[in-house]
């Protein structure tokens, strides 16, 4: 059955690893068919749902040295002795090893176990912190201390990137002649796709909910406007994807913070600069297929 699954594209070979252990003669048909076309991450949520995991200690502690391989070692030995024979550059200690990616997982539907590598910079930062909020966080336990600050770094971004504000000026939602997008558009397109990816494909909508940017359903370039009706959210591949799909050909088309606009004729693009469109104005041209314009 886990083999047939695997075949049609169903169900994954990660999401085989992850449910292995928890797989029954009683349970395996459910969670077989719970799994179908789920990611990780929505896999690990459900086995959490399944066996919620007790709360990971909160732990801050040094790494060891790395381990040093004894073969390039000596490698760079005899490059050393080479190097002082003739008087050229000291030998260099050996590279450490990459980084361990971070991890995120479950542990319960309601918990999570976060854990990640830091420099000596940010490690001191956090004890500074730590002393700093002794009055209201005693233990110094740094799952406080990383949520008040992404609950800072939240809101600014939010504020930058989306124009969130707890007082939005009273305005009405036209439409502009501009390809920068007001904050009251924004905060509109936003708050109606959900803040994710709003293209629709054969397999559903997309799922993405980063690398997020305001896609002009029909562009600027070809007139249109700058509108809660005409524009969506879009991620940067299917940003792009729906751009060349317009456009034709391999031209690919960005939004700019000069204003420039353009003007399509059959194959070919002609840009003007930023600012008003007087009634003389020399026009560089570009192959649209074989020149992209950014």
């Given at each position: 059955?886990?083999?047939?699954?695997?075949?049609?594209?169903?169900?994954?070979?990660?999401?085989?690893?992850?449910?292995?252990?928890?797989?029954?003669?009683?349970?395996?048909?459910?969670?077989?068919?719970?799994?179908?076309?789920?990611?990780?991450?929505?896999?690990?949520?459900?086995?959490?749902?399944?066996?919620?995991?007790?709360?990971?200690?909160?732990?801050?502690?040094?790494?060891?040295?790395?381990?040093?391989?004894?073969?390039?070692?000596?490698?760079?030995?005899v490059?050393?002795?080479?190097?002082?024979?003739?008087?050229?550059?000291?030998?260099?200690?050996?590279?450490p090893?990459?980084?361990r990616?971070?991890?995120?997982?479950?542990?319960?539907?309601?918990?999570?176990?976060?854990?990640?590598?830091?420099?000596?910079?940010?490690?001191?930062?956090?004890?500074?912190?730590?002393?700093?909020?002794?009055?209201?966080?005693?233990?110094?336990?740094?799952?406080?201390?990383?949520?008040?600050?992404?609950?800072?770094?939240?809101?600014?971004?939010?504020r930058?990137?989306?124009?969130?504000?707890?007082?939005?000026?009273?305005?009405?939602?036209?439409?502009?002649?501009?390809?920068?997008?007001?904050a009251?558009?924004?905060?509109?397109v936003?708050?109606?796709?959900?803040?994710?990816?709003?293209?629709?494909?054969?397999?559903?909508?997309?799922?993405?909910?980063?690398?997020?940017?305001?896609?002009?359903?029909?562009?600027?370039?070809?007139?249109?406007?700058?509108?809660?009706?005409?524009?969506?959210?879009?991620?940067?591949?299917?940003?792009?994807?729906?751009?060349?799909?317009?456009?034709?050909?391999?031209?690919?088309?960005?939004?700019?913070?000069?204003?420039?606009?353009?003007?399509?004729?059959?194959?070919?693009?002609?840009r003007?600069?930023?600012?008003?469109?007087?009634?003389?104005?020399?026009?560089?041209?570009?192959?649209?297929?074989?020149?992209?314009?950014?």
């Open positions: 059955m886990i083999l047939q699954r695997l075949t049609d594209g169903s169900v994954h070979l990660t999401a085989i690893r992850l449910l292995a252990p928890k797989l029954t003669p009683e349970n395996h048909l459910p969670l077989l068919d719970a799994v179908r076309h789920k990611s990780k991450r929505e896999i690990e949520h459900l086995i959490a749902r399944l066996e919620p995991r007790p709360d990971a200690p909160g732990a801050i502690r040094k790494l060891p040295a790395p381990l040093r391989d004894p073969i390039s070692e000596l490698s760079r030995g490059e050393a002795r080479a190097e002082r024979e003739l008087e050229s550059a000291q030998p260099t200690l050996a590279p090893p990459p980084l990616p971070p991890i995120v997982s479950p542990l319960s539907p309601e918990r999570y176990r976060v854990q990640f590598t830091v420099s000596k910079e940010t490690h001191d930062k956090l004890r500074r912190v730590q002393d700093l909020m002794r009055h209201r966080v005693p233990n110094g336990d740094p799952s406080v201390i990383f949520d008040r600050a992404l609950t800072v770094l939240l809101a600014e971004l939010e930058t990137r989306l124009a969130a504000t707890k007082r939005p000026r009273a305005t009405t939602l036209a439409s502009y002649a501009s390809r920068h997008v007001p009251a558009v924004k905060r509109a936003w708050s109606r796709d959900g803040g994710q990816c709003g293209f629709v494909g054969s397999n559903g909508r997309c799922r993405e909910t980063g690398f997020l940017e305001f896609h002009h359903v029909i562009p600027y370039a070809a007139g249109g406007e700058t509108s809660v009706e005409n524009m969506e959210l879009r991620c940067r591949a299917h940003n792009s994807y729906e751009a060349q799909k317009y456009f034709g050909g391999t031209l690919f088309v960005r939004e700019t913070s000069s204003g420039a606009w353009y003007s399509f004729r059959n194959d070919r693009v002609r003007a600069s930023a600012g008003t469109r007087p009634r003389r104005r020399t026009w560089s041209w570009a192959v649209a297929h074989k020149t992209p314009c950014v």
